[in-house]
């Protein structure tokens, strides 16, 4: 065969093949959102529709109380955009919207839901809640037969810091009793979006490929992972925690998918991502330039629109579609569940405009519900300027109801972990008027992409139970993450992410019983407990203003009042006891006045001659209250 007969003989035998795709019959793998329900604020509902031979569809019939078009199809014939409107008065039940091509017809399932009754769902949360962060892999293990599932076999090795290691939703349900003596109110797991189902040979750490254990790298944003469980084991979870009293927080990631979306190779508008696998931005993290009045877009668009990592592709909020598909997402997860919050990853590096229309989407369905964002930064007046409630210098409001407290993290690590100085705590609480609103921001000494408090060089059980005591008496609604309550160890990620002693079958020991618990963690964790259930039955602790009686290096007074009442908190880091004599009118404390230590371990606090005297012990808290 000579080579100037191949193009002709290529051509020839792609003509078959090309004609049959013409011809064939549509062919649909998946819609989404799959079920929607009627007297939403949103109606028509948008479905994406994956499948192939798409071109040219046409809808035939959408079932009783439907109506469905019209229908928008990519060049490649791989996605459709399907209006689908719902009659106010449509019966549940599973429906069939038909389409049709020229070469032959098919069928999408949708389901029309009756929606979940409100009361006691969609709560939204507050600083009367005390928040509990557990990464459902490393937290109990509650069903064994979904540890290596058939489509995802290979990826469990509990010896291996990045593969699974079989905790799921079940057993969450286990041990939601657990978190409920505990004084937990509401709790938030890392992500429970289906990921990759081998291994993630795209981010790779010493050569070694990881796995998406834990749950940042989506592959579905409408199932469950299967080895955390299913949609029907995530709606027992949510409406058993709410018949204990306990709220539940979804993680959502607005902006990346998994490196492994099938969107990545196909995508189902040409701007579904920024740029593409092959040609893309990294992010470069300049998230100062977001708030800088005097940037220019191009010096924020690496940040905004770069591939995180420069592995996790970045999903452009600025196609309409995109837009649309991740609001609906984020509402199909709250109807089907009747979760309460939402904790949105990766906050800064989605345009604020897009936050702007999602947060204004939720609260029109939603208006109790509740949004913490992620700005991993140190920097207090770069926190606060993505806190919605105000227009900033970009005409943005972002909606955004609070954020996590990284600035007051990085002073409590100092401070106690490390034996810094109190008074830079104190310094932070005073930048406060950059808030719009300081009392919800979500407030924590650890979670998942730090290092553990007592994995700190210097960090003691004694330093660990200061912080708590802060923690739980400061503003802010109190994050713990799962273990620091019996003070477990873990450097960085994936050391962090232990797994919860006794949460896993064979474990030797159970922490969490009682009598499973090492000395030192029962010590630690009868803090943590008494100092929630003191904060539940203490409004002042919750909601009250703070009063600073007495700031120094190793030395911090302060009070919570409210309507009248005090509570007043001692803490110390330091060597040696102090006798500290204050002024007790900014409390209003009269002469006689004895106040309690509710910690257990302190003398009294009392008031003579208009001054408040209390003794704190080296190293020691109180929480003083009549
Ligand atoms: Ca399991
Ligand atoms: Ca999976
Ligand atoms: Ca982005």
Same mark, same amino acid.
Request: net charge negative; no cysteine; aromatic share 10%.
């Given at each position: 065969?000579?080579?100037?007969?191949?193009?002709?003989?290529?051509?020839? #035998?792609?003509?078959?093949?090309?004609?049959?795709?013409?011809?064939?019959?549509?062919?649909?793998?998946?819609?989404?959102? *799959?079920?929607?329900?009627?007297?939403?604020?949103?109606?028509?509902?948008?479905?994406?529709?994956?499948?192939? =031979?798409?071109?040219?569809?046409?809808?035939?019939?959408?079932?009783?109380?439907?109506?469905?078009? /019209?229908?928008?199809? =990519?060049?490649?014939?791989?996605?459709?955009?399907?209006?689908?409107?719902?009659?106010?008065?449509?019966?549940?039940?599973?429906?069939?919207?038909?389409?049709?091509?020229?070469?032959?017809?098919?069928?999408?399932?949708?389901?029309?839901?009756?929606?979940?009754?409100?009361?006691?769902?969609?709560?939204?949360?507050? *600083?009367?809640?005390?928040?509990?962060?557990?990464?459902?892999?490393?937290?109990? =293990?509650?069903?064994?037969?979904?540890?290596?599932?058939?489509?995802?076999?290979?990826?469990?090795?509990?010896?291996?810091?990045?593969?699974?290691?079989?905790?799921?939703?079940?057993?969450?349900?286990?041990?939601?009793?657990?978190?409920?003596?505990?004084?937990?109110?509401?709790?938030?797991?890392?992500?429970?979006?289906?990921?990759?189902? +081998?291994?993630?040979?795209?981010?790779?750490?010493?050569?070694?490929?990881?796995?998406?254990?834990?749950?940042?790298?989506?592959?579905?944003?409408?199932?469950?992972?299967?080895?955390?469980?299913?949609?029907?084991?995530?709606?027992?979870?949510?409406?058993?925690?709410?018949?204990?009293?306990?709220?539940?927080?979804?993680?959502?990631?607005?902006?990346?998918?998994?490196?492994? +979306?099938?969107?990545?190779?196909?995508?189902?508008?040409?701007?579904?991502?920024?740029?593409?696998?092959?040609?893309?931005?990294?992010?470069?993290?300049?998230?100062?330039?977001?708030?800088? /009045?005097?940037?220019?877009?191009?010096?924020?668009?690496?940040?905004?629109?770069?591939?995180?990592?420069?592995?996790?592709?970045?999903?452009?909020?600025?196609?309409?579609?995109?837009?649309?598909?991740?609001?609906?997402?984020?509402?199909?997860?709250?109807?089907?569940?009747?979760?309460?919050?939402?904790?949105?990853?990766?906050?800064?590096?989605?345009?604020?405009?897009?936050?702007?229309?999602?947060?204004?989407?939720?609260?029109?369905?939603?208006?109790?519900?509740?949004?913490?964002?992620?700005?991993?930064?140190?920097?207090?007046?770069?926190?606060?300027?993505?806190?919605?409630?105000?227009?900033?210098?970009?005409?943005?409001?972002?909606?955004?109801?609070?954020?996590?407290?990284?600035? #007051?993290?990085?002073?409590?690590?100092?401070?106690?972990?490390?034996?810094?100085?109190?008074?830079?705590?104190?310094?932070?609480?005073?930048?406060?008027?950059?808030?719009?609103?300081?009392?919800?921001? $979500?407030?924590?000494?650890?979670?998942?992409?730090?290092?553990?408090?007592?994995?700190? *060089?210097?960090?003691?059980?004694?330093?660990?139970?200061?912080?708590?005591?802060?923690?739980?008496?400061?503003?802010?609604?109190?994050?713990?993450?799962?273990?620091?309550?019996?003070?477990?160890?873990?450097?960085?990620?994936?050391?962090?992410?232990?797994?919860? /002693?006794?949460?896993?079958?064979?474990?030797?020991? =159970?922490?969490?019983?009682?009598?499973?618990?090492?000395?030192?963690?029962?010590?630690?964790?009868?803090?943590?407990?008494?100092? #929630? +259930?003191?904060?539940?039955?203490?409004?002042?602790?919750?909601?009250?203003?703070?009063?600073?009686? +007495?700031?120094?290096?190793?030395?911090? $007074?302060?009070?919570?009042?409210?309507?009248?009442?005090?509570?007043?908190?001692?803490?110390?880091?330091?060597?040696?006891?102090?006798?500290?004599?204050?002024?007790?009118? /900014?409390?209003?404390?009269?002469?006689?006045?004895? #106040?309690?230590?509710?910690?257990?371990?302190?003398?009294?606090?009392?008031?003579?001659?208009?001054?408040?005297?209390?003794?704190?012990?080296?190293?020691?808290?109180?929480?003083?209250?009549?």
């Amino acid at each position: 065969m000579n080579r100037a007969a191949w193009p002709t003989l290529a051509l020839l #035998l792609l003509l078959p093949s090309a004609s049959a795709a013409a011809t064939a019959p549509p062919i649909v793998l998946k819609a989404e959102p *799959p079920s929607w329900w009627p007297r939403h604020s949103i109606d028509p509902v948008r479905l994406l529709v994956r499948g192939r =031979n798409l071109a040219g569809a046409e809808v035939t019939r959408a079932g009783a109380g439907l109506r469905a078009g /019209p229908v928008k199809v =990519n060049p490649a014939g791989t996605y459709a955009f399907l209006d689908v409107t719902i009659d106010p008065q449509a019966a549940p039940g599973p429906r069939t919207i038909g389409i049709r091509t020229a070469s032959g017809a098919a069928d999408v399932p949708f389901q029309i839901l009756a929606p979940l009754p409100r009361r006691g769902r969609f709560q939204g949360f507050s *600083p009367d809640d005390a928040i509990y962060l557990l990464m459902p892999d490393r937290f109990a =293990n509650g069903d064994p037969s979904n540890d290596d599932p058939v489509v995802s076999k290979g990826l469990l090795d509990r010896t291996r810091g990045r593969f699974y290691h079989g905790g799921d939703l079940r057993g969450v349900i286990d041990r939601l009793p657990y978190l409920k003596d505990l004084g937990v109110t509401a709790i938030w797991l890392n992500p429970w979006y289906d990921n990759v189902d +081998h291994e993630n040979e795209r981010e790779t750490y010493d050569g070694q490929a990881i796995t998406d254990y834990h749950g940042y790298g989506a592959v579905d944003f409408y199932a469950v992972e299967e080895h955390l469980g299913d949609l029907a084991t995530l709606r027992e979870m949510v409406d058993r925690a709410h018949a204990l009293g306990i709220k539940v927080i979804q993680d959502q990631v607005a902006n990346h998918s998994g490196p492994y +979306h099938p969107w990545v190779t196909d995508p189902p508008t040409p701007t579904w991502y920024y740029g593409t696998l092959e040609k893309h931005l990294a992010n470069t993290w300049q998230t100062w330039t977001l708030q800088d /009045p005097y940037a220019t877009p191009e010096m924020q668009k690496a940040t905004l629109e770069g591939w995180f990592i420069d592995i996790l592709p970045d999903l452009d909020q600025d196609d309409p579609e995109v837009a649309r598909y991740e609001i609906q997402n984020t509402l199909w997860w709250v109807g089907v569940s009747g979760l309460d919050g939402i904790r949105q990853d990766t906050l800064p590096y989605v345009h604020r405009r897009f936050w702007r229309d999602w947060m204004a989407a939720i609260k029109k369905e939603y208006p109790d519900l509740r949004v913490v964002g992620e700005l991993f930064d140190g920097d207090p007046a770069l926190v606060s300027f993505f806190q919605g409630g105000v227009s900033r210098f970009d005409g943005i409001d972002s909606g955004i109801d609070t954020l996590f407290d990284f600035p #007051l993290y990085f002073r409590i690590r100092e401070a106690f972990a490390k034996r810094g100085s109190l008074r830079d705590v104190a310094m932070m609480l005073a930048r406060d008027h950059l808030y719009r609103d300081p009392a919800p921001l $979500v407030t924590f000494l650890g979670l998942h992409d730090v290092p553990r408090f007592m994995s700190e *060089p210097g960090a003691t059980v004694a330093a660990l139970k200061a912080a708590f005591t802060f923690l739980a008496t400061a503003r802010g609604t109190p994050l713990v993450y799962y273990g620091d309550e019996i003070a477990m160890r873990g450097g960085g990620d994936p050391d962090n992410r232990r797994d919860f /002693p006794g949460g896993f079958p064979g474990d030797p020991r =159970n922490a969490f019983d009682a009598a499973g618990r090492t000395a030192e963690e029962a010590d630690v964790h009868a803090h943590v407990r008494t100092l #929630l +259930h003191l904060r539940q039955a203490t409004p002042a602790l919750r909601r009250g203003r703070t009063v600073n009686l +007495h700031v120094a290096d190793k030395v911090w $007074v302060y009070a919570r009042v409210l309507d009248g009442g005090a509570a007043l908190v001692g803490l110390s880091t330091g060597d040696a006891a102090v006798a500290l004599d204050l002024p007790a009118a /900014p409390l209003g404390l009269a002469d006689g006045t004895r #106040l309690h230590d509710r910690l257990g371990s302190l003398g009294d606090a009392t008031v003579d001659g208009g001054r408040l005297h209390l003794t704190l012990p080296p190293a020691s808290s109180g929480v003083f209250l009549p």
